[in-house]
Structures are given as C-alpha cells and as structure tokens.
C-alpha cells in the first residue's frame, strides 16, 4: 500500500477543507465552472516579514526582492510594493506588471540571461539594478546608458565556482574583465550577485563571502561595490520528515499507475527553510573566514540582498479541482478532474507534485469510510500521459464524481509557469482569499479575482 504524505498546511485553510467552510469551494467550482487556484496574500506578507526579521536578528543591512517567476498573479506584487519589498523580474512583461502593481524602479532587480534591448532601456530609464550575466550584455547595458545619458546600476553576476558548468554568470577572467569596462561614465558598480540552483546553505555562504572579498577588490579600484546578491533557493518545507523518510524507504512502482518510475523527486521535506534558512546562512562562518556571514557582511558595509520566489509564496496558495468521473482498475480507482496537469507544473520536469491532494466531498449520503481507497489522478484531456497523480493516492473516504481535490501550497512555481489553454480548456482563475471584515463567529472570509489578466 502507498503511504500518506500529508501536506503541512494553515488554519485558514483547514477551515476551507471542511464544512461549514468547505461551501465556499464547492460555490466557487460551480460558479468559475472549472478549476481554480486560491491566493492567500497574508501567508505572502507573514513570509515576507520573517525574512526581515531574520536580517533584523543578525543585526545585517538586507533586502528582500520578490522573484516574480514563480507566481503571475497581479496580487503578490501588489502586496510587495505595499510592503516596500523589491522585485526580481526577468522580462520585459514581468518588468511592466511590477512597476504597474506600483513597485518602484529603483526596487527593482532584472535578472535572467542576455537581456534584450527593450528590457535593459526600460530599466536603466527606471533606474533598477540590472545583474549583468555576459560580457556582452555589460557592453550594450553601458551603450545604452550612454546614449541615454543616464547611469545604469548594475551588479555582476558570479559564475558559481561549485556549479562551473552553469550557462549564468562570468567567471575570473572574465569578471576581471568586467570589473575594468566598469571604470567609465555612465555606471553605478553597485555590487556582485549569484543564484544557485539546490538548497545548500553552507555553499551560499561559502559564495557569499568570495563576493565580499569581491567587493573590497572592486573599492580599491574606486567602485561603489556596496551590494551582494545572494539570489533565491530558500527551501520549503511541504512534508514532515516522518512521512517523508517511509516515503523514501517503501516507494514500488506499483504504487504507481502504470507502474510509472520517476528519476528524482524535489525534496518535499525541508528541516531548515525559508526564512530559517537565510537565518542559518547568516550564522554561517564561511570557509577560509573566522566570522560568520553576518559579522562579514556588516565590517565591510555590505548590503545583502535576497531574491526568494518560492519561500515567499509558502502556505500562499492552492489549487482546486472537481472529480469530473470515477473509473475502477484493478484494485484502485483512476479520477479524472475537470482540468490538465499543466496547472500542476511539477509533473512537467518529469517529476510530480507528491503532497497527497485533499478530498472535499460534495454534500452526498454515501460517505463510507472503510478506506483507505487507492486513486491516481487523470486530466481532462485525450492523452494517456496527462495525470496530475501518477501515485495511488490512499483516500480515507471513497472519492465521487461532484467531489473536490485540492492540492495544497501550490503558489510557489506549480500554478501558472506551464499553464497552457490546452483543449480549449480554460486557463483556472486565481481567487483571492481576504479575511472577513468584522469580527463574529458568522463571519465569512471574502474573495475577489486577481487583477492579473
Ligand atoms: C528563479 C530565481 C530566483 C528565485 O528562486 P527560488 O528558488 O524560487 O527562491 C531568484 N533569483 C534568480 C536570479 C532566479 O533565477
């Protein structure tokens, strides 16, 4: 039998998964007429307010940057230009939802490869800070400036010595190269950054210091140098460790459909994350240093900034279906929703999305539950391989047609980076989820549509 992977989730979402509150979703699906994601943006401000508060608590100058890509919802940009938090955008199209959402410029971060023309204008016009990723790119970053007669701020972007085979960043050479082109008019050398893929805390602080040292080198040469970036990769924690582990040790393929084998999974248990992890990195004592990251960062006068995307997004959302059919196979049942799993991006890098989706059954007299009822997950389309849920998920209740799945704490790069109106199926509305206004036991929690279009 699969085991369970319970998905750690809020209070304010519990009390959506069962009546009374559980009326909400279940209008909803029939309101929007198919599936649907959930935005909960005071998860988004509480995870925001801990990475500050972890700065606070190291006694460290920091700035937290949003990384946009992993959520378009018009709602959480809103909130970070509310908050004063800046923005890391990588398009031209992200760039305008930004500074539309009310974001400033100058809070701005563009990151990404090769960043065209039209993108690099706009942000030297807006004065946001550009990570330059390419020789080539700091050569047209300091024309355009120049031919707009404006300073571009720019910040360079280490190639990490541990990852070598990255395609992002500039290595000694050619930072040294970089570092020369930035002795001239018309550029603010406003720092270093990086952006590692994997959650190694120790590796980013070990990195974090090199761009330190970076910093002082670059000052001798009378550049500002004043910023490091330490770019995104804050861990989330979706599963307990318990779950976790026996997940790990029992996993067959035939607790799979199809007996369908993965090559890896993301690691949904996370002892140390989010703003815990910045914290942990912050006490670090990198190696080849005698102080920690924060004592470092604090003598030379450095600013860090951090560019979390998923860990901002922890418990800010999840996405909802409507069992659409039940159909028995050998043993378990194969549900088809009313939706792809394109709105479930993880299965998409030949991977799956592994916290077990709640059931909310619809208001229905034959509820038994002698489970648990093994089920897999299909789409709403014509291919043998779209499935949200490969897994034979073990339900405690007997899942029916008119039922809702909900997968939990899916905001973070799983509703909309693979999105696609596949079938004429339309692309699910996100929801935003407001407390109540006043104060009563009847009281409601409110809900609007995000902005975005
Ligand atoms: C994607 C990305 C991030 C965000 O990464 P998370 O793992 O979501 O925190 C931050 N910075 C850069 C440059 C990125 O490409």
Sequence with gaps: ??????????????????????????????????????????????????????????????????????????????????????????????????????????????????????????????????????????????????????????????????????????????????????RTEHVDMAGFSFHLSGYDIRERADLAAELVRLCAQARTWGLRADRISVGGGFAVDYVGAEDWRRFQESTRPEHFHKHKAFSGYYPYHSPVAGADALAAMLTTTPAGEESTLAELVRAAGVTLLVEPGRALLDQAGCTVFRVQGVKERDGYDILTVDGSSLSLSEQWFESEFLPDPVLIPADRADIADAGPYPACVGAATCLESDMLTWRKIPFPVRPATGD?????????YQMDSNESPFHELPLPPKVVIEPPTYDSPSARPRWRLDRHP
């Excluded at 355009?144 to 360079?156: C, H, K, P, S």
């Excluded at 809702?404 to 973070?412: D, E, F, K, M, S």
């Design 1 to 182: 039998m699969t085991t369970t992977l319970t998905s750690h989730t809020t209070e304010e979402v519990r009390a959506l998964l069962a009546p009374p509150g559980s009326a909400l979703p279940h209008e909803l699906s029939h309101g929007l007429g198919g599936p649907y994601h959930l935005l909960f943006p005071q998860r988004f401000d509480a995870n925001a307010a801990a990475f500050r508060q972890a700065f606070a608590d190291a006694g460290v100058d920091g700035r937290v940057y949003f990384a946009k890509k992993a959520n378009k919802a018009a709602v959480f940009v809103e909130r970070a230009a509310v908050a004063g938090l800046g923005v890391d955008v990588a398009s031209h199209g992200e760039l305008r939802e930004a500074l539309a959402a009310g974001v400033r410029g100058t809070d701005l971060v563009v990151t990404g490869p090769a960043k065209d023309d039209q993108l690099l204008r706009v942000a030297v016009l807006h004065g946001a800070l550009v990570a330059v990723d390419a020789l080539d790119e700091l050569d047209r970053v300091l024309a355009l400036a120049d031919e707009l007669g404006r300073t571009a701020r720019v910040l360079l972007r280490r190639l990490p010595p541990g990852q070598p085979h990255s395609r992002f960043g500039l290595d000694d050479a050619e930072m040294n190269t970089a570092l020369r082109r930035c």
């Design 404 to 412: 809702l799945l909900v997968y939990l704490n899916t905001a973070g």
